[in-house]
C-alpha cells in the first residue's frame, strides 16, 4: 500500500505563510451584541407583563408607587446583567484564537471585545425603544409643564368659561322660565366659579319663605311668586357678577367700587345690609383666590414629583447600564480564556 508523506518543512512554511488573525473579531462581536439585544428584548417584555401582573388601578389593591418603582429598578439592573454576560461572553468565547500573544495582550482584547458587543446591543436596544425611552423622559417634563399651565390658566379660563355659559343662559332665560333654569345651571358643576357666585346670594335666615331667605315672598301682584323679568333680571345679575369676579381674578385683585357694586346686588335680594353683603364679597373673593393657589400649589407639586422621578429613573438607568458594561467585559475574559484552553 502506498503511503503519503508530509513534508514538514513544507507545512511550516503554509503555517508562516497564513496572515496572523485580526486583533478585533467583529464577527464575535456583532453576534455577542445581537444575542444581548434580543436577551434584553425578552426580558423587558417579561418584565412588562410581570409590572402589569402586579399594579391594579384599585388604591386598596396592587404594589404601592414606591415598591413598584423599587421593583423597576431591580428588574432593569437583573436585565442588563443577564443580557450583559450572555452577549460578552459570546463575543469572547466566539473570536478567533491568538497564537503568540502576551497574555495581558489577550486580556485586554477580551475585555474590549465584551465592552464592544455591549456598546453595539445597547445601541441597538435603544434603537428600537427610542420611542418609549423618548416618552419617559419628555412625559414627565410635559406633564409637569402642562400641570403648570393648567394652573396658571385656571382663573383666565374659569372667567371665560363662566361668562360664555352664563351669556348664552341668560339669553336663553329671556324666554322664560326654562331659560332662568339654564342660566343656573351654567353656575353648576361645569363652572368653576358659580359655586362662589351663588353663595353670594345666599340668605342667613333658616327658615323657608322668610323675608330674604332667597325664596320668592308673595305678593299682591303675582301671589305665586317671581314671574319670568324677574327671573330674567336675577340671572342677567349673576353673569354680571361673574364677569366682575372674572377680571378681579385677571388682575388679582377686587376693586372697591365693584366690591360695593356687587354688594349692593346682595342687599337687594337677601336681607343682609350693605356693610354685611360687602364683606360676604371680600370673603367669597378670597375663597376664590385661596382655591386657586391650591390649584397651583398641586399643579407645581405634581411637576416637581414628575421632576424628581424622571431624574432618579434616568440616574439608576445609567447605573445599571454602567454595571452592564462591566459584567459583559467580565464574561469576555471568562468566555476567551475557556477559547485558549
Given amino acids: ?192 366659579l358659580g359655586y362662589f357666585v351663588d353663595s353670594l346670594f345666599r340668605s342667613n335666615v333658616s327658615s323657608a319663605g322668610a323675608p330674604g331667605s332667597g325664596q320668592a315672598q308673595p305678593n299682591s301682584s303675582n301671589p305665586e311668586g317671581p314671574g319670568a323679568s324677574q327671573t330674567q333680571r336675577n340671572a342677567s345679575e349673576t353673569a354680571e357678577v361673574v364677569r366682575i369676579y372674572a377680571n378681579a381674578i385677571r388682575t388679582g385683585s377686587l376693586p372697591d367700587d365693584d366690591a360695593r357694586y356687587v354688594a349692593g346686588m346682595i342687599a337687594q335680594r337677601t336681607n343682609l345690609s350693605q356693610s354685611e353683603a360687602e364683606q360676604r364679597v371680600h370673603d367669597s373673593f378670597a375663597k376664590v383666590q385661596q382655591t386657586i393657589r391650591d390649584t397651583e400649589d398641586s399643579a407645581r407639586k405634581a411637576a416637581d414629583d414628575a421632576r424628581k422621578a424622571t431624574a432618579y429613573a434616568s440616574l439608576w438607568l445609567v447605573v445599571s447600564m454602567l454595571i452592564g458594561a462591566f459584567v459583559a467585559s467580565l464574561m469576555a475574559t471568562y468566555g476567551g480564556r475557556l477559547r485558549d484552553e
Fill in 1 to 192: 500500500m502506498a503511503t503519503t508523506v508530509i513534508d514538514p518543512i513544507t507545512q511550516v512554511g503554509i503555517a508562516a505563510a497564513r496572515p496572523p488573525p485580526s486583533a478585533v473579531s467583529w464577527g464575535a462581536i456583532l453576534a455577542g451584541g445581537a444575542a444581548a439585544a434580543a436577551m434584553s428584548l425578552l426580558l423587558m417584555i417579561l418584565g412588562t407583563g410581570l409590572g402589569f401582573a402586579v399594579i391594579s388601578p384599585w388604591s386598596s389593591e396592587g404594589l404601592s408607587a414606591t415598591a413598584f418603582g423599587v421593583s423597576t429598578i431591580i428588574w432593569i439592573t437583573f436585565m442588563q446583567l443577564v443580557a450583559s454576560a450572555v452577549g460578552g461572553y459570546l463575543a469572547g468565547r466566539l473570536r478567533a484564537k491568538w497564537a503568540d500573544t502576551a497574555r495581558d495582550e489577550v486580556y485586554f482584547r477580551d475585555t474590549a471585545h465584551g465592552f464592544l458587543a455591549w456598546c453595539i446591543a445597547s445601541l441597538g436596544t435603544a434603537a428600537l425603544l427610542a420611542s418609549v425611552v423618548g416618552a419617559i423622559v419628555s412625559g414627565g417634563v410635559q406633564a409637569g409643564a402642562s400641570a403648570i399651565g393648567s394652573a396658571a390658566s385656571t382663573a383666565a379660563g374659569a372667567g371665560t368659561g363662566a361668562v360664555a355659559a352664563l351669556s348664552a343662559n341668560t339669553n336663553g332665560g329671556a324666554q322664560g322660565a326654562n331659560g332662568a333654569q339654564g342660566a343656573n345651571a351654567g353656575t353648576g358643576a361645569g363652572n368653576p
